[in-house]
């Protein structure tokens, strides 16, 4: 069974701290790995990520992806509290549509 | 990128009831996909909803408890039937679009809270 873990689950930090998320996974023919905030109902889009080594990044965060170890994570840097959600990370096998998610870590940034 | 417009956006509904979600999307989409949010819990799978067939349901989900209906490649409702406390969650709909540039875009979401 495909499985996303995530850690830590829960995380508080204070304003300009960097953070660094980590999702490790488990899925049979793997195609890609996928990135979401959430602050209120809806999941937001981040990165998707399918190839080792080559870095995503969009603003103060970025994501990279290690398909040996079978892990990634999603960086934060200067953090602000308007960056304060949970951050889900989701997989894809091959051949299919749909998403195994992770637990997800909620970040709290206090100013 | 597609547009999802799901409603409604909340409700409060009693023990016993039934509650139907719609999810419109902006553009033709083969699957939508609909998704469970417990409260401090991730996003579950309930179902897939293919245009012209049944709904294919992931295992813990029932199509009795779970009905879904797909009339068209734009448009899809997922109704919770005899609800109890334990339905409270956040439901999302979403489609995904693959390609070279895939993702998984989702609606607004419902927040469902059962008395």
């Given at each position: 069974e495909d499985k996303v873990v995530q850690s830590p689950l829960s995380l508080v930090v204070h304003e300009g701290d960097t953070v660094t998320l980590n999702c490790s996974y488990e899925v049979t023919n793997f195609r890609s790995l996928l990135w979401y905030k959430q602050e209120k109902k809806a999941p937001t889009f981040l990165f998707m990520l399918t190839s080792s080594g080559i870095e995503k990044k969009s603003g103060r965060l970025s994501s990279i992806l290690d398909k040996k170890e079978l892990f990634s994570i999603l960086n934060i840097t200067a953090?602000?509290?308007?960056?304060?959600a949970v951050y889900l990370c989701a997989v894809v096998a091959q051949g299919a549509q749909k998403l195994v998610f992770g637990q997800g870590t909620r970040l709290t940034i206090n100013p | 990128s597609a547009v999802i417009s799901q409603k409604p956006s909340r409700d409060i509904c009693q023990r016993g009831t039934s509650l139907t979600i719609q999810c419109q999307v902006d553009s033709q989409v083969t699957m939508m996909f609909w998704y469970r949010q417990q409260p401090g819990q991730s996003l579950t799978l309930i179902a897939t909803a293919n245009q012209g067939s049944e709904a294919t349901y992931e295992s813990g989900f029932v199509i009795d408890k779970f009905p879904i209906s797909r009339p068209n490649l734009t448009f899809s409702t997922l109704t919770v039937s005899?609800?109890?406390?334990?339905?409270s969650s956040i439901y999302l709909c979403s489609v995904y679009t693959g390609g070279t540039n895939e993702k998984l875009f989702f609606g607004s979401g419902t927040q469902l809270s059962v008395l």
């Amino acid at each position: 069974e495909d499985k996303v873990v995530q850690s830590p689950l829960s995380l508080v930090v204070h304003e300009g701290d960097t953070v660094t998320l980590n999702c490790s996974y488990e899925v049979t023919n793997f195609r890609s790995l996928l990135w979401y905030k959430q602050e209120k109902k809806a999941p937001t889009f981040l990165f998707m990520l399918t190839s080792s080594g080559i870095e995503k990044k969009s603003g103060r965060l970025s994501s990279i992806l290690d398909k040996k170890e079978l892990f990634s994570i999603l960086n934060i840097t200067a953090t602000q509290t308007g960056d304060s959600a949970v951050y889900l990370c989701a997989v894809v096998a091959q051949g299919a549509q749909k998403l195994v998610f992770g637990q997800g870590t909620r970040l709290t940034i206090n100013p | 990128s597609a547009v999802i417009s799901q409603k409604p956006s909340r409700d409060i509904c009693q023990r016993g009831t039934s509650l139907t979600i719609q999810c419109q999307v902006d553009s033709q989409v083969t699957m939508m996909f609909w998704y469970r949010q417990q409260p401090g819990q991730s996003l579950t799978l309930i179902a897939t909803a293919n245009q012209g067939s049944e709904a294919t349901y992931e295992s813990g989900f029932v199509i009795d408890k779970f009905p879904i209906s797909r009339p068209n490649l734009t448009f899809s409702t997922l109704t919770v039937s005899n609800m109890s406390p334990e339905d409270s969650s956040i439901y999302l709909c979403s489609v995904y679009t693959g390609g070279t540039n895939e993702k998984l875009f989702f609606g607004s979401g419902t927040q469902l809270s059962v008395l």
